[in-house]
């Protein structure tokens, strides 16, 4: 990866046209707010919980193609997962976006945020890609608001 053309696959083009579970959910029981000033990214998660398990999950926000497509996959990948499973995938997610080892993927899907691995190579672009799961931990762990990545 030498190109930061090569950063933007058609995979993450899809999400951002066409962004998944996008908008505002009705009743939300999580939900936080996530800002990265340095690029002008924000966005906005909404999670619905149920004994545990994370029955619903929708986004809203404005941001750049990786940050809206980072969420779009996010809420893909953590409906039907139980908060334990969301905070592994939160940290096999930002091991891999900041190149540090990747902690074992245990039994989850992970494939899909593979597709992002390549902003490693582009710190910058790191934080645009953190930031709905900065959002996502704040909301399940720390009573929401808003999380900055400055
Ligand atoms: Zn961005």
New binding site residues.
């Given amino acids: 990866m030498s190109d930061l053309r090569d950063l933007y696959q058609e995979v993450i083009l899809d999400h951002n046209r066409n962004p998944r579970n996008f908008g505002v959910l009705d009743h939300p029981t999580h939900q936080a707010q996530g800002v990265?000033p340095l690029?002008?990214?924000q966005l906005q998660v909404f999670l619905r919980l149920n004994d545990g398990v994370i029955e619903e999950v929708r986004f809203e926000g404005r941001?750049?193609a990786?940050?809206t497509a980072s969420a779009s996959i996010m809420t893909e990948i953590l409906k039907g997962l139980s908060v334990d499973q969301a905070d592994h995938c939160f940290e096999v997610f930002h091991a891999m976006a900041t190149g540090a080892a990747t902690p074992g993927a245990a039994d989850l899907d992970l494939a899909k945020l593979e597709v992002l691995s390549g902003v490693r190579e582009f710190p910058a672009?790191v934080?645009?890609a953190t930031?709905a799961w900065h959002a996502l931990n704040s909301a399940l762990h720390h009573a929401g608001g808003k999380v900055t990545t400055e």
């Fill in positions: 990265n690029c002008g990214d941001g750049c990786i940050s672009r934080k645009c930031l």
